[in-house]
């Protein structure tokens, strides 16, 4: 097996993400970019899409760390709207834009037509959260948006497999694609459900830092393949574990909270880099073997699908936002109003991305009798792919100008920094109180010299006043905030520290490890005083 391309694809995907950060336009676009130019370029080899391995191998991971980053609270708080986009939307979308596209392609039978439909159906995952973090949209439509990405897949998916039994003539009714879904669902939570549970126990119970990494890199993999194991989906159970093992994150210890956070950030970096390349380098694939299509007819189908597939989303996100509220009390009491604007950005937020391609790539080749081919394959294919882009590129490129050109209203920082500031003193008026109470204890365990008892005073102050201090006025010469002052000298100081540990190893009055012991102690404190400050 040649590794090569392999590699090559990694590092070059990074390299383009990291230089993305420096930029004005989103690095998924660039991503999307190089991959389109570097696709032609002579010696490249061809990386075609493998569902087998894109729907196991890297859509768990990629669904687990945007799960973990969400909120079950927020979720919990949205879960009509993010409902009606993840379920109602999807099956909306599969058969508007499938009959959209029966109408328009000539000789091509409705179940194929509504195959197409499945596989554009869902704004995908990466994109929507990738795009979504980088432009800075409002909280609840961001809580919105990722609700949606995290469990329109499944729905997907399902509607894919049953359009696609009608299609390739193995028969399918709709009695039995309900069941199909309800299985898959249904399934999918329950596998969630009895995964979570030992799986956050085992987190809690692992004492060694390789096995703790390990068993988080495991996790979405093992809720995907259980889920899979008994036909139910394995996107829904990633999902449910995520959620559940984020929301009691504070019960493990913090040095795997720390690990875990720098092992994921770096995995899900890698795997987004890669997967948005991969779209791009996916341009020959597709244009291989489109016969009669080519030229005039593949333009045009292709802005005719780019607008029936944008069309179908503000269709559907208008009257599913505002038409509840006006046919339900409750939902009017228990919900804030919305506003166009958010429901106007909900409705163009809505990318495609590497599932859909995934999906069309494991359309098979013949019908039921393994001797007809598959009506229109290659076309499908090829607006899929034109679909993805088009709408990475004149959604992704437009999204940030909207949101100026909306004005919605910014965060309050200086309210956020009030309540952290409230929250924090009720915590450090809660430690010194627990302080006090062990101190006063007759129990010789908790006996500690006056000098280090201030001292852990003295922490509780400083950790107090600092967020307020966030409040105060900056350095007139630097510009800096106290905190930022704060920071600036400690790190100062534990540079110098450092460069004497090393002066000492160099000297051979320490060994590489007590050096090694030494130095994880500094990155230890300085990372405690940044967050201390943060």
């Known amino acids: 097996m040649d590794v090569m391309p392999l590699l090559l694809l990694v590092a070059g995907s990074a390299a383009i993400a990291a230089a993305g950060r420096r930029t004005p336009v989103p ?18 080899p061809d990386y075609t899409l493998d569902p087998g391995i894109v729907l196991p191998l890297l859509l768990p991971p990629l669904l687990h760390t945007a799960a973990t980053d969400s909120s079950y609270l927020d979720l919990r708080a949205q879960l009509r709207p993010v409902a009606l986009l993840s379920v109602g939307y999807v099956l909306f979308a599969t058969l508007a834009v499938g009959w ?42 961001t809580t919105i948006l990722q609700g949606e990405s995290l469990f329109n897949d ?34 999918g939570v329950g596998t969630g459900l009895v995964l979570m549970l030992p799986l956050h126990w085992l987190r809690t119970r692992v004492k060694d830092a390789l096995l703790k990494n390990t068993l988080s890199l495991l996790i979405p993999f093992v809720a995907y393949a259980a889920a ?78 780019f607008l029936v597939v944008v069309a179908a989303r503000f269709v559907w996100v208008y009257p599913a936002t505002f038409l509840p509220r006006v046919l ?10 919305p506003t166009w604007k958010g429901s106007f950005v909900i409705a163009w937020a809505g990318m495609r991305g590497v599932v859909s391609l995934a999906i069309a790539f494991s359309i098979p080749l013949t019908l039921h009798d393994g001797e007809e081919p598959f009506p229109q394959r290659n076309l499908i294919l090829f ?53 006090d109470e062990l101190l006063s204890d007759s129990d010789e365990r908790n006996a500690l010299p006056e000098p280090l008892a201030d001292r852990l005073r003295q922490v509780l102050e400083r950790r107090r006043n600092a967020v307020w201090e966030r409040l105060g006025s900056v350095n007139p010469v630097t510009g800096e905030t106290v905190d930022d002052t704060y920071r600036r000298l400690s790190r100062e100081m534990i540079s110098a520290e450092r460069a004497v540990f090393v002066r000492l190893r160099d000297g051979r009055y320490i060994d590489d490890e007590m050096l090694r012991t030494l130095l994880r102690r500094l990155d230890l404190e300085e990372a405690a005083a940044y967050r201390e400050m943060a």
């Open 100 to 141: 959209a596209v029966y109408l328009l392609v000539p000789d091509l039978p409705l179940p194929a037509a509504l195959v197409f439909g499945a596989v554009v159906a869902p704004p995908d995952a990466v994109a929507a959260t990738a795009v979504a973090r980088w432009v800075g949209l409002p909280s609840r439509v």
């Open 328 to 337: 339900s009390a409750r939902v009017r009491e228990r919900e804030p109003n």
């Open 27 to 44: 690095a998924p676009l660039l991503l999307v970019a190089a991959g389109l130019a570097v696709s032609y370029v002579p010696g490249v």
């Open 154 to 187: 499944a729905t997907a998916i399902t509607a894919y497999k049953v359009a696609l039994a009608a299609a390739v003539g193995e028969g399918a009714t709709w009695a039995g694609g309900t069941a199909e879904f309800l299985v898959a669902a249904i399934g």
């Open 228 to 305: 899979e194991q008994v036909h139910a989906s394995g996107v829904i159970a990633v999902v449910v574990v995520a959620l559940y093992l984020g929301h009691r994150a504070w019960e493990v210890d913090f040095t795997t909270r720390l690990q875990e956070e720098a092992v994921w950030k770096m995995v899900a970096f890698v795997l987004e880099s890669a997967v948005f390349v991969l779209i791009g380098l996916q341009l020959p694939v597709v244009l291989r073997g489109l016969g009669e299509y080519e030229g005039a007819d593949a333009a045009w189908y292709t802005l005719a699908v």
């Open 383 to 435: 607006l899929t792919f034109t679909t993805v882009i088009g709408t990475l590129v004149v959604q992704g490129l437009t999204l940030p100008p909207l949101i100026r050109l909306l004005r919605f209203p910014g965060r309050d920082v200086q309210a956020e920094t009030l309540a952290e500031a409230n929250a924090q003193a009720q915590a450090s008026r809660a430690a010194e109180r627990r302080l």
